[in-house]
């Protein structure tokens, strides 16, 4: 199964009226952060698959996004957002959904760093990231693993992050992927430019991906040939 990702920037290789032909193989849309609702609208309606999203730490505060005069906690829903949902998109902040066979877990926002909305410090990323935790128990009872794909908006702490407090990852997503060995974990936030960027990380049972402009995943791929060999552990996590 091929799944579509996005984050960051809309990217006119998906935000084009090519978009059918071009992804006619998807099944399923993964949104991880920082994107307008209107592309979320544009890609859902015109693949007609299942969208999940998580929000980014610049979502609740771009003007026109949402009421600047509410001031949701992290991850709660503004009022305008509620108001108009994504055309077949589901927000899966702090949520466990199935999807296509997929178990799906989602944690979004970034490092605290200005005081600014859908902020963590890492303990405050550890004790939001524990919501999940009852759903994840129940899927490995009933289907054998806790999940398959966890969407963040940030990255995981010495993997593709950087030093700069903003974008720097977070330490419990390292924990996250010891306990629940999640297949995938796929992240924004960290801007790709050229062909520099390291796009993929394999740390231990899970390949981390940036999707940064678009990535698309095979789920059914072989997993000695999505990357060459295990990235070490993070100095920063240790």
Not at 164 to 179: E, I, L, S, T
Request: hydrophobic share 40%; glycine share 10%; aromatic share 12%.
């Amino acid at each position: 199964m091929r799944v579509l990702c996005v984050a960051d920037h809309v990217d006119p290789v998906v935000y084009s009226h090519a978009i059918k032909e071009r992804f006619k193989d998807i099944a399923l849309v993964i949104g991880c952060g920082d994107l307008p609702l209107d592309y979320y609208d544009f890609i859902a309606s015109n693949l007609n698959k299942p969208l999940f999203f998580v929000f980014g730490n610049h979502n609740l505060t771009r003007i026109g996004e949402f009421d600047r005069r509410y001031r949701p906690g992290p991850e709660e829903i503004p009022p305008a957002y509620r108001e108009r949902r994504p055309a077949g998109g589901q927000h899966i902040g702090g949520r466990v959904v199935t999807a296509k066979g997929l178990i799906v877990a989602g944690l979004g926002g970034s490092m605290y760093y200005n005081r600014g909305q859908n902020q963590f410090s890492n303990a405050g990323m550890f004790f939001y990231m524990l919501r999940l935790v009852p759903a994840l128990i129940w899927h490995r009872l009933a289907h054998g693993r806790f999940l398959d794909l966890l969407v963040t908006h940030a990255p995981p702490a010495g993997i593709h992050d950087q030093r700069d407090m903003c974008h720097r990852g977070f330490k419990p997503f390292v924990w996250f992927m010891n306990v629940f060995k999640p297949k995938y974990l796929v992240h924004g936030h960290v801007h790709l430019y050229g062909n520099n960027g390291e796009r993929r990380a394999e740390y231990r049972h899970t390949v981390v991906i940036n999707a940064f402009d678009h990535y698309v995943i095979d789920t059914e791929e072989p997993r000695e040939q999505i990357v060459g060999k295990p990235s070490p552990e993070p100095e920063r996590a240790r």
